[in-house]
């Protein structure tokens, strides 16, 4: 496979690149609690799924970002979060850095739910800019990914067993075995920090913590190819 990872090319690499074709990646995660996983979930699984959907197509993936909006979790240590007005910054000067070099379909693979008011920025973005197009795509609940968890399990949650790759495991930890019951996010979304650590436990929302790795490798063959249809499909 050739290397898409800008972290594997030089400047006048991607400057040979843009003479043929002007598509880019962007994966952006989230460091925050997942309970007995590991903290960089989100952005162990949005690069990941990025650089294996885009190998194929030779299309450059940007390093992933790996902090997102996760407030409801600082009651938990090692969890990051950005203010809404820092992280807008953030994306849209990544996303000017991109257009100066003269790429024009940009597709964003976000892995964190917390992430979703990115869409909004980027479509008041694109709106200003002729001729460039931004997609934005959660991995994770796209139709045919989605569709997929639900088929193995539809009792599927944040740092359940959907979340719980061979990549995204921490050696030595033992998961339990039991299904959790499913959490009452409404309530959970009101409450500070603190309570919401106490009301939440070990941050599992709910469901099994681990299923085999036979369905989760059927899961992630399904959200490579739908990515990949993202990067390759129609831009509107």
């Not at 002729?130 to 997929?148: D, E, Q, R, Y």
């Not at 339990?176 to 603190?194: E, G, H, I, V």
């Amino acid at each position: 496979m050739p290397k898409v990872k800008i972290s594997e090319m030089h400047w006048a690499q991607v400057e040979a690149y843009l003479k043929r074709d002007d598509r880019a990646v962007l994966p952006i995660g989230s460091t925050e609690q997942h309970a007995q996983l590991s903290l960089c979930v989100d952005h162990i699984l949005s690069e990941r799924v990025a650089v294996e959907a885009a190998e194929p197509l030779n299309v450059p993936v940007f390093p992933g970002l790996p902090y997102g909006m996760t407030p409801y979790f600082m009651g938990y240590p090692g969890t990051v979060s950005l203010s809404a007005d820092t992280y807008m910054a953030l994306i849209r000067d990544i996303l000017e850095s991109l257009a100066t070099h003269g790429f024009k379909r940009i597709l964003v693979v976000n892995g964190h739910g917390g992430n979703s008011p990115v869409k909004a920025l980027i479509d008041d973005w694109q709106s200003k800019k002729s001729g460039i197009k931004v997609k934005f795509h959660n991995w994770w609940n796209a139709p045919a990914t989605w569709k997929k968890v639900t088929e193995i399990d539809p009792l599927a949650s944040h740092a359940s067993w959907m979340e719980n790759f061979p990549w995204t495991r921490i050696a030595g930890v033992q998961y339990p075995s039991q299904q959790k019951p499913m959490l009452d996010t409404s309530k959970f979304r009101s409450l500070a920090p603190k309570a919401a650590r106490e009301h939440l436990g070990d941050g599992n929302f709910g469901g099994y913590y681990q299923r085999a790795d036979e369905d989760m490798l059927a899961i992630w063959r399904v959200g490579v190819e739908e990515t990949r249809a993202a990067i390759e499909g129609h831009w509107p």
